[in-house]
């Protein structure tokens, strides 16, 4: 099997659920706002019930009442049935701003919440008939059509045994006064919408697991993409080696700008080469500018003789700053003795020049702690 045509087979990465995230594609439940919202109504008629009930029994009795107003004034007529629509609206207010609330909330209780305004612009390709006959025929539609055919048998029997349990109570609503009526069925009314949540919250309890087993199983990858990702992630390889190539090349540029302010450049004298800059009238140590190995250390070398700076031939001192000191860092202490002659020597150069004198040059000792073989390994006595 073609690594392209393999199974998608790996669970999805944080990066892939990120990017399905922020194009919308998260679990939602179709099933959970109106369990939600049946469960949160069902309690609010329990604890306000009869207070609810009672405002609008008054309200119809006050509707049916005659006034004798009307009679006389007709025009106060839409006043009066305005009125008595606001009222009506008051009495429901509260319930309806829940149910707004809690509409919200269970919206984002199985996938969470998101905030893309790009998916509010409009997508040209779900007018494509043939992507709308997938979503009608294919696999999601099967499952819908479950669902539906399970909500529809859960209600309908709780409508079914709501129905038989009251049946005497609906046969002799008629024959009841009006409060006793209302209040009847107000208590009809929240049995059968608790028995009802009950079992929309069943649906859920299906459908969330199932919306998010889905969503799991859309967002699998392939080994391969698995491999794609976290080489895209990490930065690609290739890339990473041009920028550290780079890199490389601007530092070495910027160190051979340092060269020309060198006092002196110790060598080898050609595998290895360290310049080292000394100003006398500062305590500090001598500063290693620039160091290089092979072909770096050759354009050392080539870049110090352009501008006349001494080199010093002394393998052992050499190795032991190249491996031991930084760039742009003081040398060790051990070596400080070592250095001192060459600077020393150099220094008497440059001031017996044209004098015709003569320095001898010294022959740096390199303690035996620092002594370097040419692959950076301490030698061994």
Request: net charge positive; aromatic share 8%; charged share 20%.
């Amino acid at each position: 099997m073609s690594e392209g045509s393999q199974d998608k087979t790996e669970q999805p990465t944080a990066q892939r659920v990120k990017k399905a995230r922020e194009e919308g594609q998260i679990a939602r439940s179709q099933e959970l706002p109106p369990a939600a919202m049946m469960i949160a109504g069902t309690l609010f008629f329990t604890m306000t019930g009869q207070y609810v009930f009672g405002r609008m029994s008054d309200l119809f009795r006050s509707q049916l009442q005659f006034d004798r107003r009307i009679a006389d004034k007709a025009e106060l007529l839409p006043a009066i049935f305005a009125g008595s629509i606001v009222d009506g609206f008051m009495i429901v207010f509260p319930l309806l701003c829940m149910l707004y609330v809690i509409a919200v909330l269970s919206t984002g209780l199985a996938g969470g919440f998101i905030f893309q305004p790009k998916l509010a612009l409009p997508k040209f390709s779900k007018l494509s008939p043939m992507s709308g006959l997938a979503r009608m025929f294919g696999p999601q539609a099967l499952i819908n059509l479950g669902k539906s055919v399970l909500k529809f048998v859960v209600v309908g029997a709780i409508l079914c045994v709501s129905v038989m349990n009251n049946l005497n109570d609906l046969t002799n609503i008629s024959q009841m006064d009006l409060n006793a009526a209302i209040k009847v069925s107000g208590r009809i009314i929240v049995d059968s919408c608790f028995w009802l949540s009950l079992g929309l919250v069943l649906v859920a309890l299906v459908d969330v697991p199932l919306q998010r087993h889905q969503l799991n199983k859309k967002l699998k990858m392939t080994k391969q993409e698995v491999r794609d990702e976290m080489k895209n992630s990490e930065g690609n390889p290739e890339i990473k080696g041009q920028i550290r190539r780079r890199q490389r090349e601007i530092l070495n540029n910027k160190m051979m700008l340092k060269i020309q302010d060198a006092d002196v450049v110790i060598t080898n004298p050609t595998h290895f080469a360290v310049a080292l800059s000394y100003d006398p009238t500062d305590d500090g140590a001598p500063i290693l500018i620039a160091k290089g190995e092979d072909a770096l250390a050759a354009k050392i070398r080539e870049k110090a003789q352009e501008h006349g700076v001494y080199l010093f031939e002394a393998p052992l001192l050499a190795r032991a700053l190249y491996f031991t000191t930084k760039l742009d860092h003081p040398i060790p202490e051990p070596l400080y003795h070592a250095v001192a002659q060459v600077i020393a020597y150099v220094f008497s150069l440059n001031q017996s020049y044209g004098r015709g004198g003569q320095v001898v040059k010294p022959t740096p000792k390199v303690p035996d702690e620092m002594k370097f073989e040419a692959n950076g390994k301490l030698m061994t006595s």
